[in-house]
């Protein structure tokens, strides 16, 4: 007998899921880092310019990319876990099967 593949519905995950951050938590991360971000534009932009939109463009732009990093990194992280879970198990299968 055949194996077939699981249709799309039942690979699709209910509620959220711990394989990968996603935009939530990118714009999470940006609201909580736009603060800082927005001190340090105020801080580093000539006075002529702070009454301006400029420290709010710069600080937004530091915001989002430093939001994408952390995004990407935690990311990252949890693929390698999620990597290390899986051949763990593969191995702990193949021992199981060896035993039998």
Do not use: C
């Not at 600080?59 to 990194?73: E, I, K, P, Q």
């Amino acid at each position: 007998m055949s194996k077939q593949a699981p249709k799309k519905s039942e690979t699709k995950r209910a509620g959220l899921s711990r394989d990968a951050v996603g935009w939530g938590f990118w714009l999470s991360t940006l609201a909580a880092l736009y603060g800082p971000a927005w001190y340090l534009a105020y801080k580093s932009v000539y006075e002529t310019y702070r009454d301006s939109f400029v420290p709010w463009v710069i600080a937004l732009t530091l915001a989002a990319v430093g939001a994408g990093l952390l995004s990407f990194a935690v990311n990252t992280t949890l693929r390698l876990r999620a990597g290390a879970a899986e051949k763990q198990a593969r191995h702990d299968k193949k021992k199981q099967a060896a035993r039998e």
